[in-house]
């Protein structure tokens, strides 16, 4: 196993106890022992259960990273592509706290903390956001003075939803889905008259 394959070993094993018992109860040689690798391999990577932690969840981040680039590939007209965009991004955070058990309260008490580590992924999915509004722009799909900060105001409005989202049960995902994108994209007085 290669440095990196051990090290993203060690990184599972710990967020799978971490889902389980918490992060207070889970210690270095809880994660050793269900390793296999033992104590020497674990502190070779990480010096402490907090660099543990924070590698967790760079490592969730980098799920959400990788299924947003995932839809950029997709063969969509802009606003379709978009919506498609809002959707995953809330649909693959509320399957990160889902399969993270007890892991998802601490994410949130930790916030200061976690937005640090965001930042790598707001970057790349601002960037996302403005390759859309881009495409749609040139296509005469979206009217987008400044592109930019369009990128920015959407991606700021997608975090500010993401913990009531998480919150609402499955049979409400649907229609709040529906009414995010329609408020987002239709504003208070969009094309469409039954938005709110």
């Known amino acids: 196993m290669t440095v ?40 070779t990577y990480f010096r402490n259960k ?40 809330f649909d693959v955070f509320k399957d990160m706290v889902i399969r993270n058990g007890n892991l998802h309260a601490r994410f949130f008490r930790d916030i200061t903390e976690i937005e640090k580590l ?17 495409e749609g722009q040139e296509k005469g799909i979206f009217n987008v003075k400044d592109i930019k900060k369009t990128a920015q105001i ?9 913990v009531p989202y998480i919150r609402e049960n499955t049979r409400k995902r649907k229609d709040q889905n529906q009414h995010i994108y329609n408020f987002l994209f239709f504003g208070l007085m969009g094309k469409q008259s039954d938005i709110i």
């Open 4 to 43: 990196s394959k051990t090290r993203a070993m060690l990184v599972e094993v710990a967020r799978r106890l971490f889902a389980e018992k918490g992060v207070v109860d889970t210690t270095m040689n809880d994660i050793a022992a269900a390793s296999g690798k033992g104590r020497r391999t674990l502190y």
């Open 154 to 162: 959407l991606q700021y409005s997608m975090k500010g939803l993401e």
């Open 118 to 134: 965001r930042r790598k992924l707001d970057s790349k999915e601002a960037v996302m956001l403005a390759q859309i509004l881009t």
């Open 50 to 89: 907090e660099e543990v932690y924070m590698a967790c969840v760079e490592s969730e981040l980098l799920i959400v990273t990788a299924a947003l680039q995932g839809v950029m590939k997709f063969d969509l007209e802009p606003d379709k592509k978009i919506e498609a965009f809002v959707r995953t991004h």
